[in-house]
């Protein structure tokens, strides 16, 4: 199939740059890698992206030098969001139960490891700040959704 000259290539945007940046991290289950105290920076042809605090920086979007920052919790959610979509399409061409079953595993694998850095990450805040009983509440929560999780799957 021929391509038309009148058709511009698709220009890649900040949000699509920065989850092109987490998606590796991700599919692989670890996203350590995006603490905020990582230092870590990945430049590409198409775009430069940097960790700053909780945010993902795009720093250079197709050769031009731009700052967007997006919240890697957001993007991971988008991440997350974007698997459920390519599950329900599996669904619609009649994959197998087996195949969306071990799609669903790796991706709640994916997100129990995501899980056991957040609780890192919380550690490290509520040890800069141990009589901020805000922090309690919060494991509390996480608690209470987790023991919700353990009585549905008995």
Same mark, same amino acid.
């Given at each position: 199939?021929?391509?038309?000259?009148?058709?511009?290539?698709?220009?890649?945007?900040?949000?699509?740059?920065?989850?092109?940046?987490?998606?590796?991290?991700? #599919?692989?289950? @670890?996203?350590?890698?995006?603490?905020?105290?990582?230092? +870590? &920076?990945?430049?590409?042809? *198409?775009?430069? /992206? $940097?960790?700053?605090?909780?945010?993902?920086?795009?720093?250079?979007?197709?050769?031009?030098?731009?700052?967007?920052?997006?919240?890697?919790?957001?993007?991971?959610?988008?991440?997350?969001?974007?698997?459920?979509?390519?599950?329900?399409?599996?669904?619609?061409?009649?994959?197998?139960?087996?195949?969306?079953? #071990?799609?669903? @595993?790796?991706?709640?694998?994916?997100?129990?490891?995501? +899980? &056991?850095?957040?609780?890192? *990450?919380?550690? /490290? $805040?509520?040890?800069?700040?141990?009589?901020?009983?805000?922090?309690?509440?919060?494991?509390?929560?996480?608690?209470?959704?987790?023991?919700?999780?353990?009585?549905?799957?008995?």
């Amino acid at each position: 199939m021929k391509k038309d000259k009148s058709e511009k290539p698709k220009t890649l945007t900040a949000r699509e740059a920065a989850q092109n940046f987490i998606r590796p991290f991700v #599919l692989k289950g @670890d996203t350590a890698p995006l603490r905020p105290s990582a230092n +870590l &920076r990945h430049e590409t042809e *198409d775009y430069s /992206a $940097k960790i700053d605090g909780e945010n993902v920086v795009i720093t250079k979007l197709c050769g031009k030098e731009i700052h967007q920052q997006f919240s890697v919790n957001e993007i991971i959610c988008e991440m997350m969001q974007w698997n459920m979509c390519v599950i329900d399409e599996l669904k619609k061409q009649q994959a197998s139960a087996k195949e969306v079953y #071990l799609i669903r @595993d790796a991706s709640i694998q994916c997100l129990l490891k995501s +899980l &056991r850095g957040r609780l890192k *990450d919380h550690k /490290a $805040k509520f040890s800069k700040d141990e009589k901020n009983w805000g922090h309690v509440g919060d494991l509390t929560h996480v608690q209470e959704i987790l023991n919700e999780l353990i009585v549905f799957l008995h």
